[in-house]
């Protein structure tokens, strides 16, 4: 297992600076330096002041000298400081990427708390009235674009009926409540954002949980349990479940990288202080080093995403070794 990960994570690394250096050269070839934004705005600024600032900022040397000295100083788990503010990029990512993780861990657990279950009893209950009620679910959450519904809850709950915020992770009067005042104002202003976070997941993991499920339960060895007497709930939740989560595990890896990406729609449309909006932020500002620190923390995290999703394939189903998978 050990060597496993081992051989696994020096594999990651190549992956890793491909996604560094495509995202460094399309930014930086992208319409519009940091000193335009700076300077645009005042007429007083001269070419020669520009041309020091570029200077300054290093934005004078080739492309690929800039992300050689980037890459020097990730090494030392440095990403430089920010052109609007002067601060360290990293203690800017470490302000923020808590409650993005946060939103994204409950948003997990809603996925696979309620779209499992959903695709079970799809599969267990097909051509029912269920089945035929979910699968109009799941083709809702596939074509509901989360902006849309966002802010239709949004007008729903949080103007017309006035159940829920609709901005920001905390209340103005926050520092006044006591402990579980807090954590439930923090819930309050998580409900909106985490539901539309896990909208079209849900709907995606239920679908091919129905249809995995679907596959394992016609298989030999589920008569086999089913002649030696055992229960429904037995064979279903104890024989089939386990065979058929085989798939799920593989979609849930491979969706890290959308709920991290969706980070960027919700948190800018609910004003919430997280990695997706200060990467808009960013990419407005065009504030270069912030902007490669989040996609390098994002890259990461999908990375070591899908990595957990392999080890736990062996956990899932013993037939499959991982020692099997790394001869491959």
């Given at each position: 297992?050990?060597?496993?990960?081992?051989?696994?994570?020096l594999?990651?690394?190549?992956?890793?600076?491909?996604?560094t250096?495509?995202?460094?050269?399309?930014?930086h070839?992208?319409?519009?330096?940091?000193?335009?934004?700076?300077?645009?705005?005042n007429?007083?600024?001269?070419?020669?002041?520009?041309?020091?600032?570029?200077?300054?900022?290093?934005?004078?040397?080739?492309?690929?000298?800039?992300?050689?000295?980037w890459?020097?100083?990730?090494?030392?788990f440095?990403?430089?400081?920010?052109?609007?503010?002067?601060r360290?990029?990293?203690?800017?990512?470490?302000?923020?990427?808590?409650?993005t993780?946060l939103?994204?861990?409950?948003?997990?657990?809603?996925?696979?708390?309620?779209?499992?279950?959903?695709?079970?009893?799809?599969?267990?209950?097909?051509?029912?009235?269920?089945?035929?009620?979910?699968?109009?679910?799941?083709?809702?959450?596939?074509?509901?674009?989360?902006?849309?519904?966002?802010?239709?809850?949004?007008?729903?709950?949080?103007?017309?009926?006035?159940?829920l915020?609709?901005?920001?992770?905390?209340?103005?009067?926050?520092?006044?409540?006591?402990?579980?005042?807090?954590?439930?104002?923090?819930?309050r202003?998580?409900?909106?954002?985490?539901?539309?976070?896990?909208?079209?997941?849900?709907?995606g993991?239920?679908?091919?949980?129905?249809?995995?499920?679907?596959?394992?339960?016609?298989?030999?060895?589920?008569?086999?349990?089913?002649?030696?007497?055992?229960?429904?709930?037995?064979?279903?939740?104890?024989?089939?479940?386990?065979?058929?989560m085989?798939?799920?595990?593989?979609?849930?890896?491979?969706?890290?990288?959308?709920?991290?990406?969706?980070?960027v729609?919700?948190e800018s449309?609910?004003?919430?202080?997280?990695?997706?909006?200060l990467?808009?932020?960013?990419?407005?500002?065009?504030?270069?080093?912030?902007?490669?620190?989040?996609?390098?923390?994002?890259?990461?995290?999908?990375?070591l995403?899908?990595?957990?999703?392999?080890?736990?394939?062996?956990?899932?189903?013993?037939?499959?070794?991982?020692?099997?998978?790394?001869?491959?």
């Amino acid at each position: 297992m050990l060597t496993y990960i081992s051989r696994r994570l020096l594999g990651l690394l190549p992956v890793f600076l491909g996604i560094t250096l495509i995202s460094f050269f399309v930014i930086h070839l992208a319409p519009g330096k940091p000193t335009d934004i700076q300077t645009s705005l005042n007429p007083k600024v001269s070419y020669e002041a520009r041309v020091r600032l570029e200077k300054l900022y290093g934005l004078d040397k080739p492309v690929y000298i800039q992300y050689l000295n980037w890459l020097k100083r990730f090494t030392t788990f440095d990403f430089g400081r920010s052109y609007v503010d002067d601060r360290p990029v990293s203690e800017k990512i470490a302000e923020r990427i808590p409650i993005t993780i946060l939103i994204n861990v409950l948003a997990l657990v809603m996925i696979l708390a309620v779209g499992i279950p959903l695709g079970v009893l799809s599969a267990v209950k097909r051509g029912s009235f269920w089945d035929r009620f979910t699968t109009i679910f799941v083709f809702i959450g596939f074509s509901t674009p989360e902006f849309w519904l966002a802010l239709l809850l949004m007008s729903l709950f949080g103007i017309s009926l006035g159940w829920l915020p609709v901005s920001g992770i905390k209340s103005l009067d926050f520092e006044y409540f006591g402990f579980f005042g807090k954590v439930f104002d923090v819930a309050r202003h998580l409900v909106l954002p985490v539901s539309i976070s896990a909208f079209g997941g849900l709907a995606g993991i239920s679908r091919y949980m129905r249809t995995s499920m679907i596959g394992v339960i016609h298989q030999d060895f589920i008569r086999t349990a089913r002649a030696k007497g055992l229960s429904e709930g037995a064979v279903i939740y104890k024989h089939a479940l386990k065979n058929a989560m085989l798939p799920v595990i593989t979609l849930l890896g491979l969706s890290v990288p959308g709920l991290i990406g969706g980070s960027v729609i919700f948190e800018s449309i609910f004003a919430i202080p997280g990695m997706g909006r200060l990467f808009y932020e960013s990419v407005m500002s065009r504030d270069y080093p912030t902007i490669m620190g989040v996609l390098s923390i994002g890259a990461i995290l999908t990375l070591l995403g899908n990595l957990l999703a392999d080890i736990a394939y062996s956990y899932a189903d013993p037939r499959i070794s991982l020692a099997g998978k790394e001869e491959l």
